[in-house]
């Protein structure tokens, strides 16, 4: 049985978008695909083109790099949607001078406020090296306090490394 919320992450290009992509597709539910990518130069255009490509016509896609709370609440009861993803979300927040700490209270709530199953996926940027510079270390602690955040309100959580799932939280869906 698909759990009503889940959470993936991992390291860049470990393979957690195309896990969740599979999950999605295999809900047989309407499918929605929350983006929040911002295109800043032609390496990140490949990649968003990379996604795309992946996804079928069967997804319903909704371009939404800062505000996810009104794509959210008009999401109704057996659909499910895929935000793809909180590191790009947290990051255009950091870049906009947003208040991050008002911007992840949001997102939970309306994560909470959902009607449809959702998965959330992330990356986990905490394993590597202290940054050197101030911006890069205040948006790594950012983003591993939302992951925490996403994690407990997730159902299932799974970190997907080299492309295969680990499950850390729940049930494997």
């Given at each position: 049985?698909?759990?009503?919320?889940?959470?993936?992450?991992?390291?860049?290009?470990?393979?957690?978008?195309?896990?969740?992509?599979?999950?999605?597709?295999?809900?047989?539910?309407?499918?929605?695909?929350?983006?929040?990518?911002?295109?800043?130069?032609?390496?990140?255009?490949?990649?968003?083109?990379?996604?795309?490509?992946?996804?079928?016509?069967?997804?319903?896609?909704?371009?939404?790099?800062?505000?996810?709370?009104?794509?959210?609440?008009?999401?109704?009861?057996?659909?499910?949607?895929?935000?793809?993803?909180?590191?790009?979300?947290?990051?255009?927040?950091?870049?906009?001078?947003?208040?991050?700490?008002?911007?992840?209270?949001?997102?939970?709530?309306?994560?909470?406020?959902?009607?449809?199953?959702?998965?959330?996926?992330?990356?986990?940027?905490?394993?590597?090296?202290?940054?050197?510079?101030?911006?890069?270390?205040?948006?790594?602690?950012?983003?591993?306090?939302?992951n925490i955040a996403l994690a407990a309100e997730a159902e299932t959580v799974v970190q997907v490394v080299v492309g295969l799932p680990q499950l850390l939280k729940g049930?494997?869906?």
């Amino acid at each position: 049985m698909l759990p009503r919320t889940t959470f993936a992450l991992g390291g860049a290009a470990s393979g957690k978008s195309e896990w969740a992509e599979a999950l999605v597709n295999s809900s047989g539910m309407s499918k929605t695909y929350l983006a929040t990518g911002r295109i800043w130069d032609d390496e990140v255009q490949e990649r968003v083109n990379k996604h795309q490509a992946r996804r079928d016509a069967g997804w319903r896609t909704v371009e939404c790099p800062l505000d996810l709370t009104e794509p959210l609440a008009k999401l109704p009861a057996g659909e499910i949607v895929l935000i793809d993803c909180a590191t790009m979300w947290l990051s255009n927040h950091l870049m906009e001078g947003s208040d991050l700490e008002a911007a992840q209270a949001q997102l939970l709530q309306a994560l909470r406020g959902c009607a449809a199953h959702w998965v959330v996926v992330s990356n986990e940027v905490g394993q590597g090296i202290v940054p050197e510079n101030a911006m890069a270390r205040q948006f790594r602690e950012a983003q591993g306090r939302l992951n925490i955040a996403l994690a407990a309100e997730a159902e299932t959580v799974v970190q997907v490394v080299v492309g295969l799932p680990q499950l850390l939280k729940g049930k494997m869906p």
